[in-house]
């Protein structure tokens, strides 16, 4: 059975330690960490007493790739996917998840491929890297892309052994998302699941929300013997409550169960 998991970033802004609590009250088959400025998310040893204490397995360590998580470990990109990759070892999770290098990263860039082949040739972690998104300004047309990312935000320009495809991202770049799995191929090895409406921003909405393939892409997950992990990565920023932020994660789980042909588990405790 495709394991489906929630994202630390889908309880955001409460703490990482909430995401194994609503894993485990509402039957999630595990948990993926983005390492950012919580301490608990850069901690290995705490980790692994939350994933034990709940029952809940990290099935992937994200590493600390965005803007906002620059300085966390190390200013040097290297040193922090390194470290990630070190993390989702010493947790037995299969899987790190990491960005394109951004344009300004040259040294990092030049040599990136070369260093996710290198830290995977050494563990038995899959270095998953992410497909993006441009930046479009708003009020601009359409067809203005300018990418942040080098060479590109789409990781398949390049060529990988292990991919992440996030269908949030997939919206903001107007990408088919089931083409691109089909370029990802049997790289193909993480999924951020999410919807997104094609608005120029990072979205994140629950499956079904938006104008994105979830459900197919899920069904030809079944259907092909799909055997990495499925993540929800939805934000529930904007939750006003515990109730609503459980509801929005419930129903994220139920879609992805339904259409990934599991039984979903409907009397969460």
Not at 18 to 40: Q, S
Not at 66 to 89: C, F, G, K, Y
Not at 172 to 193: P, Q
Request: glycine share 6%; aromatic share 6%.
């Amino acid at each position: 059975m495709i394991p489906v998991g929630l994202s630390t970033a889908a309880v955001w802004p409460q703490p990482a330690a909430a995401a194994f609590e609503y894993a485990k009250e509402l039957g999630y088959d595990g948990v993926e960490v983005m390492v950012w400025a919580d301490p608990v998310s850069q901690d290995v040893s705490a980790l692994r007493r939350l994933s034990d204490m709940h029952g809940v397995p990290v099935l992937a360590v994200h590493a600390p790739c965005l803007l906002i998580t620059q300085r966390i470990w190390s200013p040097d990109p290297e040193v922090r996917l390194r470290r990630a990759v070190a993390a989702a070892a010493a947790l037995d999770a299969p899987t790190t998840v990491v960005h394109p290098p951004f344009r300004w990263q040259r040294k990092y860039a030049d040599s990136f491929p070369q260093l996710v082949a290198e830290l995977e040739r050494v563990t038995e972690v899959a270095v998953a890297v992410e497909n993006m998104f441009p930046l479009r300004p708003l009020g601009r047309k359409r067809q203005l892309r300018l990418s942040g990312y080098r060479p590109s935000y789409d990781p398949t320009d390049i060529g990988y052994a292990n991919y992440t495809l996030d269908l949030s991202h997939t919206a903001a770049a107007h990408v088919d998302a089931l083409e691109l799995a089909k370029r990802m191929g049997s790289g193909l090895r993480h999924i951020h699941l999410a919807d997104g409406t094609g608005a120029p921003t990072d979205e994140h909405l629950v499956p079904g929300r938006g104008n994105q393939p979830c459900a197919q892409l899920c069904e030809e997950l079944a259907r092909n013997g799909f055997d990495g992990q499925v993540v929800l990565e939805v934000s529930t920023r904007k939750a006003t409550s515990r109730e609503q932020r459980v509801s929005d994660l419930a129903e994220a789980l139920l879609f992805a169960r339904l259409h990934l042909g599991q039984n979903p588990r409907l009397d969460p405790a």
